[in-house]
């Protein structure tokens, strides 16, 4: 582990998600050189998945290229470069020595971190955050997020910093969490909580967020207030986290703000309900996103976050 990677060499960012592995070959100056990408073997365990992340190094890899960034799923430690926890998305995948299994396998060293975290360091403006402070949330399957304070991201102990999911919240009063808790923001306002909540209140099954989505859209009062109450318990911690942090901006990104207009007035109108008048001006804005976002978040982290060098110089690359 050394200092960060110098600001002008190309690097390799690679998003590991569920069931896709995007790379990219990024120039210093950002522009996106080279991409490719291969499904995730998740079921086939971490060593599989680390020996397709070192396949997608080297389906983009080019003379030059000195570093990775790789933006996981799960709970990441980027200062001991594992897997501190997460879900059985990928089989194996808690525990998993992540920067030294790539940089084992590539010669090369790695930074890595959340994938949440890397996308939402994206939205910080360049070149180091200038002294912003934003609260990003990514609603979907989960309730994730990130959090950066004057301009510099939060990774707290064990790299847990964000799980803005697991934040106490009233609507969920009683409602078994993903974490083994009760009452936690993301039982209420993931998709999964919105859709159970939704066959709680109307007795009809639900397999999807969609299918509740869509009954709103026809006028159904169950799926719009299920809607509403998902949003509204969402909008209120995120207000909450603002007046205790102080904060400039604040995303909501993920798949369930797709809902639209729905969701999103009853967002920002609990959010704006809980703020203090310093903060009145303040609204929440979606992802700027753009659909290199993921990748370049990923070889950002080459320049923000500490480097896992190879432990020999035997590797495969440079
Ligand atoms: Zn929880």
């Known amino acids: 582990?050394?200092?960060?990677?110098?600001?002008?060499?190309?690097?390799?960012?690679?998003?590991?998600?569920?069931?896709?592995?995007?790379?990219?070959?990024?120039?210093?100056?950002?522009?996106?050189?080279?991409?490719?990408?291969?499904?995730?073997?998740?079921?086939?365990?971490?060593?599989?998945?680390?020996?397709?992340?070192?396949?997608?190094?080297?389906?983009?890899?080019?003379?030059?290229?000195?570093?990775?960034?790789?933006?996981?799923?799960?709970?990441?430690?980027?200062?001991?470069?594992?897997?501190?926890?997460?879900?059985?998305?990928?089989?194996?995948?808690?525990?998993?020595?992540?920067?030294?299994?790539?940089?084992?396998?590539t010669g090369l060293p790695v930074a890595c971190d959340n994938d949440v975290r890397a996308a939402a360091a994206t939205e910080l403006p360049a070149p180091h955050g200038q002294g912003v402070t934003m609260i990003y949330a990514a609603v979907g399957t989960g309730v994730g997020g990130a959090v950066a304070v004057d301009g510099r991201m939060l990774h707290g102990a064990a790299g847990i910093a964000g799980h803005l999911g697991h934040l106490p919240s009233p609507e969920a009063e009683g409602l078994p969490c993903t974490c083994g808790a009760t009452g936690h923001l993301e039982a209420i306002a993931a998709g999964p909580g919105i859709t159970a909540h939704y066959t709680r209140m109307s007795g009809l099954p639900a397999a999807r967020l969609e299918t509740v989505a869509a009954r709103a859209a026809e006028g159904e009062p169950h799926a719009t207030a299920a809607?509403?109450?998902?949003a509204e318990a969402a909008g209120r911690a995120l207000g909450g986290l603002a007046n205790t942090l102080g904060a400039d901006r604040v995303v909501v990104g993920g798949g369930v703000p797709r809902i639209g207009a729905l969701y999103l007035d009853a967002l920002n109108a609990a959010f704006t309900a809980e703020l203090m008048a310093p903060l009145r001006g303040l609204r929440p804005v979606p992802p700027r996103g753009g659909p290199d976002a993921a990748v370049l978040g990923a070889a950002a982290l080459t320049r923000t976050l500490p480097l896992h060098h190879p432990r020999t110089t035997t590797g495969a690359l440079r």
């Not at 599989?48 to 990441?76: C, M, Q, S």
């Not at 809607?227 to 998902?230: E, Y």
């Open 1 to 105: 582990m050394t200092a960060r990677h110098p600001d002008d060499a190309p690097v390799i960012g690679l998003d590991l998600g569920g069931t896709k592995i995007a790379a990219a070959l990024v120039a210093g100056d950002g522009t996106v050189l080279t991409r490719h990408s291969l499904p995730t073997p998740a079921t086939e365990g971490a060593e599989a998945v680390l020996d397709a992340l070192a396949k997608e190094v080297r389906a983009v890899w080019a003379p030059g290229a000195t570093a990775i960034g790789v933006a996981a799923a799960g709970v990441i430690d980027p200062v001991t470069g594992t897997v501190t926890s997460a879900t059985d998305t990928i089989r194996g995948w808690a525990g998993t020595a992540l920067a030294a299994g790539l940089a084992g396998r």
């Open 227 to 230: 809607i509403v109450l998902g």
